[in-house]
């Protein structure tokens, strides 16, 4: 008791904040969406309805590829997988993500051009790191995916918004992109199928992307994270095609195509046929960062050539169908919910942004507002777009089972009606 009495006593140094990360965590969507999860009434029998965030792997009808689970299972019981990797990854998992990226670009890249990640978001993390340069900064579309400003933030990296236009099918808005550039800027980011808009951008619309970063002098990073998920009238196509008109940097992952998010595997490639990624070393720069972050697992690095090559086309159609479905769904409900207004019907990844009309509804003074108060009155979450640069918008996921889909969003009409502003009668 008496030396615990002098420790407490003691003036310690450490536990002071650090005020870059307490901004960035504040601001993730994990954060967000949990501090709505906290909101919930648990005494409501109602099933909560997790129209929040993009994970579909707990609802059966999304439920992963039975060759992806045959070929993890087996390499996890092969006792070929328990060392280290090296930093870039294992061989045979980049060589299968070069082999299977190249199949739709016009060129071939190989094992050199890959480094694996821990999922996506690692890949985000490791290139905000190899850009943050002294006085660089990089482009950034609003609304966005948030995790881009926080690892932006963490590492010094100045970032600035070009507008992606609800009235233009949310296309990137290039005359803003142009504006915003400068002799420091390094790289602009864009997300194709889109998180958080739910748009899926043409090849001529990529094609003017890359004119625009060759004018610029500045790489684009693509987030295919949701790859071929497109279910409208626009194919996906890899911003990698342009690749000879100024250097891309693709990164994706199989937590969405394969319904897999929590398995951690993602990459970054050098889509670039005239090689000036690499004279410029960014790929050698990803290495030495990978060198001293987390590793992708090994096991689902070995299972990766098996997931890719033995996965059924059935399973990708089956679920592009289930996502269809959802999306249309969540299109029809909102058009019969008075104070939200979609102004794009969405066509890819799993995400829409809608409008929040504010003037139809009393006592609700923003959308942060709406969105507490939907999740303890009706047990739905929803994200605000404040969280994505969207102040009074929100983002709907639909990668939700279609029945507890449509109950959900009844709720967001009950929930709409009931803080409805009274009309006034003549």
């Known amino acids: ?72 299972a087996a390499a996890a019981l092969s006792g070929k997988h328990n060392s280290y990797a090296r930093a870039a990854g294992v061989e045979e998992a980049r060589s299968a993500v070069a082999a299977h990226l190249s ?5 071939e890249i190989t094992a050199g051009d890959v480094v694996m990640t821990a999922g996506c978001n690692h890949a985000i993390e490791v290139m905000m790191a190899v850009l943050a340069a002294p006085g660089a900064n990089v482009l950034l579309p609003r609304p966005g995916y948030p995790m881009y400003e926080s690892r932006a933030a963490l590492c ?33 980011v864009i997300v194709n199928p889109n998180n958080p808009c739910g748009c899926v951008y043409s090849y001529d619309h990529l094609a003017k992307i890359a004119e625009t970063a060759r004018k610029l002098g ?16 626009k194919p996906f196509v890899p911003m990698g095609v342009f690749g000879g008109t100024a250097p891309v940097v693709t990164m994706g992952g199989i937590s969405k195509r394969w319904m897999v998010p929590g398995w951690r595997l993602g990459w970054i490639a050098a889509t670039d046929p005239n090689g000036i990624l690499r004279d410029k070393k960014i790929i ?12 992708p697992v090994t096991f689902v690095q070995g299972a990766l050539p098996e997931i890719i090559a033995n996965t059924d086309k059935a399973f990708f159609e089956n679920a592009m169908d289930v996502m269809r479905e959802a999306a249309e769904i969540c299109y029809q409900k ?10 794009h019907k969405p066509e890819g990844s799993m995400f829409v942004m809608v409008k929040l009309d504010l003037s139809c509804l009393d006592g609700i003074h923003n959308d942060v507002d709406f969105c507490t108060k939907l999740a303890r009155e009706e047990s739905v979450v929803i994200c605000p777009g404040s969280g ?33 502003k009274t009309k006034e009668v003549n």
């Not at 500045?218 to 009238?233: K, M, N, P, Q, R």
């Not at 050698?284 to 590793?295: F, H, Q, T």
């Open 156 to 188: 010094g990296l100045e970032f600035r918004h070009f507008d992606l236009l609800p009235d233009k099918s949310w296309e990137v808005d290039l005359d803003g992109v142009e504006a915003l550039a400068d002799d420091n800027t390094v790289a602009m």
């Open 334 to 343: 909102i058009k019969d919910i008075e104070c939200i207004t979609c102004p």
């Open 218 to 233: 500045i790489l684009v990073i693509s987030d295919e994270v949701y790859d071929h998920c497109a279910f409208g009238s």
């Open 284 to 295: 050698e720069s990803v290495i030495g960062y990978r060198a001293i972050s987390v590793d």
């Open 103 to 107: 199949r739709e670009l016009p060129y």
């Open 388 to 420: 994505l640069g969207m102040k009074n918008w929100l983002r709907i996921t639909f990668a939700v089972d279609p029945p507890l889909l449509k109950d959900g969003l009844e709720r967001v009409k009950s929930f709409c009606k009931r803080h409805g």
């Open 1 to 72: 008791m008496e030396n615990g009495g002098e420790a407490a006593a003691a003036k310690w140094r450490f536990g002071a904040a650090n005020p870059a990360l307490h901004a960035a965590s504040s601001q993730s969507l994990r954060s967000i969406v949990t501090r709505l999860y906290d909101t919930l009434d648990h005494t409501d029998p109602r099933p909560v309805a997790p129209l929040g965030h993009g994970d579909p792997s707990a609802f059966a009808c999304f439920r992963a590829a039975p060759a992806a689970v045959d070929a993890l």
